[in-house]
């Protein structure tokens, strides 16, 4: 093979390499736009709390700083063969201890690191788990109002935030009917999707007024900070 051979060879050998990066660029690039569409589909119904991010260190002075360690460890997606998967977690909390703030901070954090990865080729997750945020007085007004949509989406989704769950009466309801919090978590944990779910209410209380069962099943396989444990059911 004569030099001139080698030189076109080697010419030809770097344009494929040059042309097999840009490809994987692409692909990089076509991924994360599917995080970008999928986050701005999910954060449409998240609470506009613009100050809760982490590193806003004047906010996190104000959150419980054990219950903060806890949020930052929640890991709200792994992969696992292939797919994302989501965990639950359930806090209980005095109001201010700053427990909604901080879940909505971490999904924040997560969407941003999912889409760097995308961008560096190190997540090829093209479709994230579908994410919904609701409170239990919004259950209750639907489930008055026949919102069907929603609360099979609430029983549905792959990660719920069931946030300030224990005030609104979901325990209960009218005779011929399922309350509606224990439907929409005996649901869940029969599908085995995750559930965050925010309370002002301890553990304790919250088995008196929905059951062992179900507080149980909010427990199961799920990070849990009780602050309240000392209170008295």
């Known amino acids: 093979m ?4 080698i030189i076109d ?8 390499t040059v042309d097999d990066e840009r490809a994987k660029q692409r692909e990089r690039e076509w991924v994360a736009s599917h995080v970008d569409e999928w986050w701005g589909e999910a954060r449409k119904n998240l609470p506009a709390w613009k100050f809760a991010r982490f590193g806003n260190q004047v906010w996190e002075s104000r959150c419980d700083a054990k219950l903060l360690a806890v949020v930052k460890s ?18 209980c909390a005095p109001s201010g201890a700053g427990k909604s703030t901080a879940v909505l901070a971490r999904l924040y954090e997560t969407a941003s690191r999912l889409r760097r990865a995308s961008l560096d080729g190190r997540s090829t997750v093209r ?3 579908g994410l919904m ?5 919004q259950l209750m007004t639907a ?8 609360l099979n989406e609430a029983r549905s989704v792959s990660l719920l935030v069931l946030d300030e769950f224990g005030f609104a009466g979901g325990h209960d309801a009218a005779r011929g009917r399922t309350p509606i919090g224990l439907d929409i978590l005996s649901n869940r944990y029969d599908q085995q999707l995750a559930t965050v779910v925010t ?6 209380q919250l088995a008196k007024r929905y059951g062992v069962a179900i507080t149980r099943r909010m427990q199961d396989g799920a990070k849990v900070v009780d602050m309240l444990a000392g209170v008295r059911p």
Do not use: C, F
Request: net charge negative; proline share 8%.
């Open 74 to 91: 929640w890991v709200p997606m792994t992969l696992s063969e292939g797919k994302l998967v989501p965990q639950g977690m359930l806090l």
């Open 9 to 16: 060879w080697a010419n030809i050998l770097a344009a494929m």
């Open 127 to 129: 479709y994230p788990p």
């Open 2 to 5: 004569t030099d001139e051979s």
């Open 199 to 204: 309370s002002g209410m301890s553990v304790a």
């Open 143 to 150: 489930q008055d109002e026949r919102h069907a949509q929603l």
């Open 133 to 137: 945020w609701v409170s239990e007085q």
